[in-house]
């Protein structure tokens, strides 16, 4: 049964309403790819549209709360937190270009496994046998891949896809300090905000603007502002102070399938038998990362 980390207090949220905040996360995340394959604008502009629109409806709820004092170590993790919401958002919306949206969603939804090595890391200890086994149904699914079919398969993608599972692996682990002494809506809106800001200074940097604008993508930019990142994104960001980032991060691997649904019926992308297998593999990988994560526990956040 879920139970949230940490000693429970009368503000602490019944398990009920956490599977049901799980559940409207993954829902919502679900439709973050199709709505990015039917934008026809740059990644980094979709990415910087998505964050602003979103930190420009959380405004009003921030402000009603009245002013609050921020410490720098709360700002330098808030930025830390957008640094990597923004290069995550980067290299996946990249990687969707470049490979269907089943094979992208999967490979970015290792994160959980990237999590397990991470605790691993801090912790100095040897790798466990499970995210070994992780690693090596990831392997497995990566070099499946040709034999699937997808002789033309865009190995840039493949490593953008990854580079993004990195990136939100460790945007989730940021997120779980940061949101210890900050509210959903304080911690949302400054990640937006940073990883927003962050985005725009890259493309003014390399001389590209964050258009174009037309009424369409407006719709589609608004779109992507309320259901995945609001109802998504924000919700986990929620989650992170009762749950565990680990388990969080496993939860979100619901969007493969999630994707995967959408994608046959909005984009009509069925994936051929073979494929499906390579996905088995790589979603096998991430699963076995379970017990090394230690989701069994709160001290794996």
Known sequence: MLKSEGPETPDT????QLYGALAVG???????AILIRLTPAPPAAIAFWRLFLTSLIL?????RAGPRTVSRRQLAAVALSGTFLALHFIFWIRSLSLLPVALSTALVSTHPLMLALSSRIRRRRPLASSAKWGLALLGAGLMALPL???????????ADALAGAVFAGLYLLAGSHARRTLSATQYSWGTYTAAGLLLAVIEMARQHNLGPLSP????????????PTLGGHTVFNWLLRWVPAPRVSLTMVGEIPGSAVLAWLVLHQVPSWPVWVSLALITAGIAASL??????????A
């Open 148 to 158: 699937a079919g997808l002789h033309s398969v865009s190995w840039t993608g493949v």
């Open 59 to 63: 405004s009003p709820v921030l402000f």
């Open 291 to 300: 017990h090394s994560a230690g989701l069994a526990g709160p001290e794996a």
């Open 13 to 16: 949220p019944a398990a009920i």
């Open 26 to 32: 993954v829902l919502s995340v679900s439709s973050a």
């Open 216 to 227: 369409h993508l407006l719709v589609l930019y608004l779109l992507m502002a309320v259901i």
